[in-house]
């Protein structure tokens, strides 16, 4: 910008001088012609000649003079041989009682100071670049200094910080896999001698029946059931650490045609009773088994829970109200204060003992591990004595 300044500023200079050059010759050209006047009317044409040459040579940067009469008599035709584009030419015109005498034609050569323009042109062209050169090395050095230098030093520190979290992600993930492979490995191993503590209590039972009081009946079969309440804990315990293994196979599901075939399998309905809605025509893209394995948790713990009801109502479809268009599974059952919420989906985790409902605490938890695999989310609703719903969504 500073650089087209100047050479405007400069070209408008050097037009300025042209027209000055131009203004002078014509001056100059009229006080000469005034001199001819006296001679040209005595036809004296030798002293007009001999006068306008004498007086061009003492001007060295005229470079041609030509003098013509009206008839088309050259008297001075003087031009030396110098190429050049930068040229400043004027003429006059001799007259008396307005008749033309001669007419008076001269150029002078700005050649000189045309270079000398585009000398200064160069001059302030080179400033200019070294000015801006000097200036970029200024700038840089401060960007280097105030801003790059701190930002390369945060991205090399932020390098090392996702290093050093990737290796703890890893040695975190190895650690998760060797706890899983280990839980898996005794839970596997504490099915076969629970076997043969709930069978040998089961046998002791049928063999000292009639030797043994009512209290000892009731000992042995508590011991029984325990065994069979561990054994189950055990299964949920493998199903747990398998979803966390199981490699997902994303295909496409009808979920109301999953849900019927889960209800009639899984869930002793009383005809007369119970009412099961379920929305037709839901489909969803995920693992087939494990989808199957949430709806199993969520449909037996709808059946459980809302099972002490003489009317029992299951309801299943997709809540459109919700800006996520979750899925849902709702009963009418017992409910819950939301205040324990939170507790729900972590494992072993129960708001009901055996007693009142069986149940090993792990079902829930199986359920949130299956959602997190398919990366949704789930949560539940609830309300002591009016019901539950357990809403879901699968990305």
Request: with cysteine; hydrophobic share 40%.
């Amino acid at each position: 910008m500073l650089v087209t300044v100047d050479v405007i500023i400069l070209s408008q200079q050097y037009n300025k001088y042209k027209a000055n050059t131009k203004e002078h010759l014509h001056e100059e050209l009229r006080l000469a012609a005034s001199f001819c006047v006296e001679p040209l009317l005595k036809n004296d044409f030798i002293s007009v000649k001999s006068f306008l040459q004498n007086w061009a040579s003492t001007r060295t940067s005229i470079i041609a003079l030509d003098a013509q009469s009206p008839n088309g008599f050259n008297l001075v035709n003087y031009a030396e041989k110098i190429q050049t584009n930068h040229i400043v030419s004027a003429n006059h015109t001799i007259s008396y009682n307005q008749s033309p005498l001669l007419t008076l034609t001269i150029k002078e050569d700005t050649s000189a100071t045309y270079d000398n323009f585009v000398e200064q042109v160069f001059i302030i062209v080179l400033l200019s670049f070294v000015l801006v050169l000097l200036f970029s090395f200024a700038l840089w050095g401060t960007l280097r200094r105030t801003a790059i230098t701190p930002l390369e030093n945060e991205i090399i520190e932020r390098h090392k910080a996702e290093a050093k979290l990737l290796e703890k992600s890893k040695e975190l993930k190895f650690s998760n896999q060797e706890l899983e492979a280990y839980s898996y490995s005794i839970a596997h191993d504490l099915r076969t001698p629970l076997r043969s503590i709930v069978s040998l209590s089961q046998l002791l039972q049928e063999d000292i029946e009639h030797k043994i009081d009512e209290n000892d009946k009731n000992l042995l079969k508590r011991i029984a059931h325990s065994g069979l309440f561990m054994s189950s804990l055990i299964n949920d315990i493998l199903n747990l650490s398998k979803i966390s293994r199981h490699d997902i196979q994303i295909e496409k599901i009808n979920l109301s045609e999953t849900v019927s075939d889960l209800v009639n399998n899984y869930i002793e309905l009383n005809p007369d009773k119970d009412e099961i809605h379920i929305e037709k025509n839901v489909v969803v893209y995920g693992d087939p088994t494990l989808i199957n394995q949430l709806l199993i948790n969520l449909l037996t713990n709808a059946s459980k829970y809302s099972g002490i009801n003489q009317n029992r109502i299951i309801e299943f479809g997709i809540d459109k109200s919700h800006v996520d268009y979750p899925y849902f599974i709702r009963d009418n059952g017992i409910g819950f204060n939301m205040n324990y919420v939170n507790k729900l989906f972590k494992p072993f985790q129960r708001l009901y003992t055996n007693e009142d409902i069986s149940g090993t605490g792990i079902g829930l938890a199986i359920c949130k591990r299956i959602v997190d695999r398919h990366h949704g989310k789930i949560w539940i609703e609830s309300q002591e004595n009016v019901g539950t719903t357990v809403y879901f969504t699968l990305n």
